[in-house]
Nanobody, 121 residues
Framework: QVQLVESGGGLVQAGASLRLSCIASRHTFSMGWFRQVPGKERVIVAAIAWPDGSTYYLDSVKGRFTISRDNAKNALYLQMNSLRPEDTAVYYC?????????????????WGQGTQVTVSS
């Protein structure tokens, strides 16, 4: 079992930045950030493979968000710049057993509790 704990969410104005963090209880392989708004499915925002660090980004966040990991700290990060009101959601950290970039919710085995990000206009 892997426990994932997210932090870093909050309420910001449009154009601001936030950095989400996710700390895992032990080493993980493929990891990703998803987000969900009420009444809609959870959507992949960014994903990162291990060990090559290849990444995937949702089209609407490309150039604004950056996913990274610190394997020594069992940590995953999501740097979010130029935030928009449509980025408002609960953001979830996820970890999977594979090594590749994974963009499908079903391919992840462990999930954090989520952190709320609210962007006001």
């Amino acid at each position: 079992q892997v426990q994932l704990v997210e932090s870093g969410g909050g309420l910001v104005q449009a154009g601001a930045s936030l950095r989400l963090s996710c700390i895992a209880s032990r080493h993980t392989f493929s990891m990703g950030w998803f987000r969900q708004v009420p009444g809609k499915e959870r959507v992949i925002v960014a994903a990162i493979a291990w060990p090559d660090g290849s990444t995937y980004y949702l089209d609407s966040v490309k150039g604004r968000f950056t996913i990274s990991r610190d394997n020594a700290k069992n940590a995953l990060y999501l740097q979010m710049n130029s935030l928009r009101p449509e980025d408002t959601a609960v953001y979830y950290c996820a970890a999977g057993r594979g090594l590749d970039v994974r963009t499908t919710e079903a391919l992840y085995d462990y999930w954090g509790q989520g952190t709320q990000v609210t962007v006001s206009s």
